[in-house]
T-cell receptor, first 113, second 114 residues
Framework: DQQVKQNSPSLSVQEGRISILNCDYT??????FLWYKKYPAEGPTFLIS?????DKNEDGRFTVFLNKSAKHLSLHIVPSQPGDSAVYFC????????????FGQGTILTVHP | DAGVIQSPRHEVTEMGQEVTLRCKLI?????LFWYRQTMMRGLELLIY????????DSGMPEDRFSAKMPNASFSTLKIQPSEPRDSAVYFC????????????FGPGTRLTVT
């Protein structure tokens, strides 16, 4: 049972343009959503989060949008830079266990110069 | 300040052998998470501890897998006997508190079972 799904395995974007990474979830008990970024041969690093009671959170070039009725969230990166090329994971917190993060499969973002 | 430390970084073993993965938490953190990453399933939580106590082990695949925290700063994940389908990258992560927030991941151990 995949509670968090990232249906696009990969995304390719030109430098300077907007990157939009999508994530769908099924568990209504998640109280926070988080995005992590992962470079090859490294562990994921925390990027940005959003509470389930908000619909938008912004941090510099990164904005996360949450649509609770559609059980959908997205991460916008504007403008995209080659250094943003990485695997992006979305995760929902909570559900069956308070501190548990449930991750999606990840989306590989490639930003071309 | 040192981050989460995992060893070994790479492990190649034969089917049936015992494998032990090790993790040192960031100093002061009290929650520890073990994950497995595969192409098909992405990042799966195997087990997590808070203050050395296992809180959720529902992700542990089967009895061949076991995890311990012998002290507040160290954890092991053991697979015995190992099977080829266990081949994956295993990450541990630590955080402060039990809110599961902003977890700090180690670099991972790439396990190959032949």
């Amino acid at each position: 049972d995949q509670q968090v799904k990232q249906n696009s395995p990969s995304l390719s974007v030109q430098e300077g343009r907007i990157s939009i990474l999508n994530c769908d979830y099924t568990n209504s008990m998640f109280d926070y959503f988080l995005w992590y970024k992962k470079y090859p041969a490294e562990g994921p690093t925390f990027l940005i989060s959003i509470s389930s009671i908000k619909d938008k959170n912004e941090d510099g070039r990164f904005t996360v949008f949450l649509n609770k009725s559609a059980k959908h969230l997205s991460l916008h990166i504007v403008p995209s830079q080659p250094g943003d090329s990485a695997v992006y994971f979305c995760a929902g917190r909570g559900g069956t266990s308070y501190g548990k993060l449930t991750f999606g499969q990840g989306t590989i973002l490639t930003v071309h110069p | 300040d040192a981050g989460v430390i995992q060893s070994p970084r790479h492990e190649v073993t034969e089917m049936g052998q015992e494998v032990t993965l090790r993790c040192k938490l960031i100093s002061g953190h009290n929650s520890l998470f073990w994950y497995r990453q595969t192409m098909m399933r992405g990042l799966e939580l195997l087990i997590y501890f808070n203050n050395n106590v296992p809180i959720d082990d529902s992700g542990m695949p089967e009895d061949r897998f076991s995890a311990k925290m012998p002290n507040a700063s160290f954890s092991t994940l053991k697979i015995q006997p190992s099977e080829p389908r266990d081949s994956a990258v295993y990450f541990c992560a630590s955080s402060l508190g039990d809110r599961g927030f902003e977890q700090y991941f180690g670099p991972g151990t790439r396990l190959t079972v032949t």
